[in-house]
């Protein structure tokens, strides 16, 4: 846990009803079913298809959870909202942060639930200079960060796991909900497979700090 950025909730996992809703959205069909994405080789059931931003029809499948969020903050990103999948301990995110451009306001906290499998998020020393906006969604607005020196030194070589290593701040091991700010670079690592954690990521939230959010 590391205080102010990512911190465990004493809400209901409801393990259950998120197992039976992944059940629902379960397909095969790389693009249809799910979104897959080229530096990140999970898979996505969000509520938006990343490539195009059209509606995945998903959102009123997952009314069950969104309604209870809902409650607690009224927009959320359907980009990023959904389930995020890995059949494999190779599947990681690389670091990033998570960003909204088009909205009234920036801010945004993830809240994430463990359904299958286990996962650590690792955060890292957020320094403006060594940071990038890489590329655009499918509204046209810049959506997250990466390290430079990802695209110098080469995803996934020691060089760059020697890079990250030297700017790691603290990790969070997700075996209950948790909530997180996005705004620091941080990496999602695979440690059990399969894996399966449903996130929500409230957005156009209004200045408040994670303490008070919480």
């Known amino acids: 846990m590391i205080q102010g950025i990512a911190e465990y909730v004493d809400v209901d996992p409801q393990r259950e009803l998120l197992l039976d809703l992944y059940e629902k959205v379960k397909g095969a069909r790389a693009g ?41 903050h009224p927009h959320y990103q359907f980009r990023s909202t959904g389930f995020n999948t890995a059949d494999s301990t190779e599947k990681d995110v690389f670091p990033h942060t998570d960003i909204d451009q088009n909205r009234e306001h920036s801010q945004g906290y993830n809240i994430i639930y463990p359904v299958l499998g286990n996962s650590r998020l690792d955060y890292y020393e957020t ?70 954690a449903f996130v929500t990521r409230w957005n156009n939230i209004p200045p408040i700090d994670f303490k008070s959010f919480k």
Do not use: W
């Open 32 to 72: 249809e079913d799910f979104n897959v994405f080229g530096k990140t080789p999970f898979e996505s059931y969000s509520l938006e298809f990343n490539m195009t931003g059209k509606d995945t029809g998903y959102e009123a499948i997952y009314d069950p959870i969104l309604s209870q969020h809902r409650k607690v």
């Open 127 to 196: 320094l403006e200079d060594e940071i990038c906006l890489p590329e655009k969604n499918a509204q046209g607005y810049y959506y997250y960060h990466e390290f430079k020196a990802q695209s110098q030194m080469g995803q996934g070589t020691p060089e760059f796991e020697k890079f990250l290593a030297d700017r790691k701040i603290g990790e969070i091991i997700i075996d209950k909900p948790c909530l997180i700010d996005t705004e620091v670079m941080h990496r999602v690592i695979i440690t059990e497979a399969p894996r399966c």
